[in-house]
């Protein structure tokens, strides 16, 4: 079966930093991966996903992901934190859509 | 358009009472999901209708009754739960159930408290 891990449980970083939060997959299949984030009170909302037609990958709210099969991950940055990226973030695989998600990690941004 | 709706937005049940949760998509989207989520940890799966049929039931108790009345709505029924089921419930759907590009896209939950 796929799985992903989150490295990290808990990321601090001051506003306007750069954002990288990091998933490693478990796959012997090319995986199709996927970041959401969760707000607080708030369901889950796609940002970006990866289905093996580029690398890099551009999703919302400036945030991209970098599929890198030699080192199995799919990290996810943003150049310049804003306060208003303060959530909790999803990795997840997909295999015959039942997702598969990391434990999460909650991003907190300093002012 | 990428929106799933759910109702009602907050829900505090006694352990007897009987309640349903409602979930809407009007994207012409073929399955339908409800997950459970507790604080601080990721969704966990509880039952998948793929085209109007139960394809997926991980072992959840029967104090859930999931029903999918047509291909754009998904309820569900609680009956006699436990303070251990207040979760966050959240439903999802995508267009191409069983293939592994499939995209999920979440509502913005159910908060259910059960005293």
């Known amino acids: 079966a796929q799985s992903v891990t989150q490295l990290g449980s808990h990321v601090s970083v001051s506003e306007g930093a750069l954002v990288l939060l990091r998933c490693n997959y478990s796959?012997?299949?090319?995986?199709?991966l996927f970041w959401y984030v969760q707000y607080p009170n708030q369901g889950l909302q796609l940002l970006l996903k990866?289905?093996?037609?580029?690398?890099l990958v551009k999703g919302i709210n400036g945030f991209e992901a970098e599929f890198k099969k030699s080192e199995t991950s799919f990290h996810l940055t943003k150049p310049s934190a804003h306060m208003s990226d303060a959530a909790e973030y999803f990795c997840?695989?997909?295999?015959?859509?039942?997702?598969?998600f990391g434990a999460g990690t909650t991003v907190t941004v300093r002012a | 358009d990428t929106e799933v709706t759910q109702t009602p937005k907050h829900l505090v049940m006694g352990m007897t009472n009987k309640k349903s949760l409602k979930c809407e998509q009007h994207?012409?989207?073929?399955?339908m999901y409800w997950y459970k989520q507790k604080a601080k940890k990721p969704p966990e799966l509880m039952f998948v209708?793929?085209?109007?049929?139960?394809?997926i039931n991980e072992s959840v108790p029967s104090r859930f009754s999931p029903e999918c009345p047509n291909s754009s709505l998904l309820n569900l029924h609680l009956h006699a739960l436990q303070p251990e089921d207040s979760a966050l419930y959240l439903c999802?759907?995508?267009?191409?159930?069983?293939?592994?590009?499939?995209?999920?896209?979440f509502g913005p939950g159910t908060r259910l408290t059960v005293l």
């Open positions: 796959s012997s299949v090319p995986p199709y």
């Open positions: 209708y793929s085209y109007e049929k139960l394809s």
């Open positions: 997840a695989v997909s295999e015959a859509s039942k997702l598969s």
């Open positions: 990866y289905t093996s037609a580029a690398t």
């Open positions: 999802a759907s995508s267009q191409y159930p069983g293939t592994s590009t499939d995209t999920q896209y």
């Open positions: 994207m012409g989207h073929r399955a």
